[in-house]
């Protein structure tokens, strides 16, 4: 296991970090996701932990908050070192049925970062990241909300997750004018099957050094393996949840590449498909999240697999993005002046 940087701080994170979205269950789709016991979720994080996972990433909205209370729990279970540990959590998403249950006012953010610390019962929040956008709040509040957390000792980072490239530059624009704490690190949806952030979110985060989190690396299972052209095998998340949208055709494209090297390097299509993104600069960290110690023990071998520069071509070429404007423009015109 390596640890890289996340963004420009010091904070070293492993290269792999154990997602918690299948812990707890309830009802609708987090049910689907997962429904994981206790017992299940201390296998899990004790397995991670031993593999030299030093990440843990959830939410307040992941089961209604049973998976804070559940990776808190299995931290005392397996008697951890807390401040060995960088745990993640989120904020924005409904929590309640009142009118200000949700959103990233200043109001709800002070609040669940309070209910977040009580679930997981630990004095603070390594990274603490605004779970995606609130159009009716402006984000000097948001902000500011999330520098009064930092300056009390209760967050030591801040981060983002799902926001377009215009949001980020704008909060790190109010940042740097207000002198409050700035966002590390974006965490996003990013797969061989689906390239978007490489548009415009991925320049950014290099030239403003912010780490990348990645989310749903498999793009929702269909890169496990467990899929193919013919129909799928009905096992896995996306039997039941089909998300998050995916080109099935060009994702089939491309486990056409992944299978014969994978049989080539005696690695599963999952392990390629993970190392695959442990290859990208931008790349911090790779959520990964399981139902089984089996698929966490596969996961885990992803750190291992190395490819040439013509397997990393051949991916580049099965699932690169189509051109869009203004990036052909840019380029073109760009030929001459590059750095």
């Known amino acids: 296991m390596k640890y890289n940087i996340l963004g420009n701080t010091g904070l070293k994170v492993s ?3 154990l997602g918690t979205m299948t812990f707890g269950g309830s ?3 987090w049910k689907a996701i997962g429904e994981l016991k206790q017992n299940e979720v201390n ?3 004790k397995m991670a932990v ?3 996972i030093n990440f843990i990433d959830t939410a307040n909205v992941y ?6 209370q559940m990776t808190g729990k299995a931290i005392r279970d397996l008697g951890l070192n807390r401040d060995e540990l960088v745990i993640a959590t989120k904020v924005r998403g409904k929590m309640g049925d009142g009118p200000n ?3 990233l006012t200043r109001k709800h953010i002070l609040q669940q970062a309070e209910e977040s610390l009580k679930r997981l019962n630990v004095d603070y929040i390594d990274l603490y990241q605004i779970h995606g956008f609130d159009a009716l709040t402006p984000l000097e509040e948001t902000l500011s909300a999330l520098d009064i957390l930092v300056q009390h000792g209760k967050v030591r980072y801040i981060g983002c997750s799902n926001l377009a490239a215009w949001h980020i530059m704008k909060a790190l624009s109010i940042s740097e004018r207000e002198k409050f704490a700035k966002f590390v690190s974006l965490q996003a949806y990013y797969t061989l099957a689906g390239r978007d952030l490489e548009r415009e979110l991925i320049p950014l985060l290099l030239d403003q050094k912010l780490g990348l989190m990645v989310w749903s690396p498999l793009a929702g ?6 899929y193919d052209r013919d129909g799928k095998s009905g096992e896995g998340r996306r039997a039941n949840f089909d998300f998050p949208p995916v080109n099935e055709n060009r994702a089939f494209n491309i486990i056409d590449v992944l299978k014969p090297m994978a049989e080539e390097k005696k690695a599963s299509v999952a392990q390629l498909s993970l190392a695959w993104l442990l290859h990208q600069k931008a790349v911090s960290t790779v959520i990964i999240g399981a139902k089984k110690t089996s698929q966490l023990t596969d996961n885990l071998k992803s750190v291992d697999v190395k490819f040439t520069e013509e397997e990393l071509k051949k991916l580049d070429e099965v699932s690169k993005l189509s051109s869009e404007y203004p990036g052909w423009m840019l380029e073109r015109q ?3 002046r590059k750095a």
Do not use: H, T
């Open 15 to 17: 290269e792999l970090c």
């Open 221 to 226: 299972g269909l890169l496990s393996g467990k």
């Open 101 to 103: 249950q949700s959103g």
């Open 63 to 68: 089961s209604e908050g049973v998976s804070e």
């Open 43 to 45: 296998d899990l994080i």
């Open 50 to 52: 031993n593999g030299g």
């Open 334 to 336: 760009g030929s001459d």
């Open 27 to 29: 009802e609708g789709m």
